[in-house]
């Protein structure tokens, strides 16, 4: 009997410590999901950036889930914040990249045509 119980302890014991092995505290994920966040904000990206604004969104409810201590949802929030942040980054460097395309191509049409005047 008494091992049965011991056996029992043993085993709980082992449940609830791989329990919290499984899901540690997500600290590196809501650093590089912070980082991400300021880069989208360094090229341009505000509240007006959907992508941004939802980022912000999932990295708060990232920090909530960590204050308390569901580590796996904080860190699911903080992955998908990452992503946001990433696409907001990246929709408003394609817009910048198309701005300067259309620039250079109302450029280009206006030495050509000064050209064609000088013939």
């Not at 650093?31 to 360094?42: D, M, S």
């Not at 109302?106 to 000064?114: T, W």
């Amino acid at each position: 009997m008494k091992t049965a119980l011991s056996c029992v302890a043993l085993c709980l014991s082992l449940t609830a410590l791989s329990g919290c092995a499984s899901d540690p505290a997500p600290l590196e994920q809501l650093r590089l999901t912070e980082q991400a966040v300021l880069q989208a904000r360094a090229v341009g990206a505000n509240q007006q950036t959907a992508e941004l604004a939802l980022a912000e969104l999932k990295l708060a409810a990232a920090r909530a889930a960590m204050a308390d201590e569901d580590y796996r949802q904080a860190r699911l929030l903080s992955e998908q914040a990452e992503l946001d942040a990433r696409l907001a980054e990246a929709r408003v460097l394609n817009e910048k990249g198309s701005e300067q395309v259309a620039e250079l191509t109302r450029r280009i049409e206006r030495l050509r045509r000064q050209l064609g005047d000088l013939r």
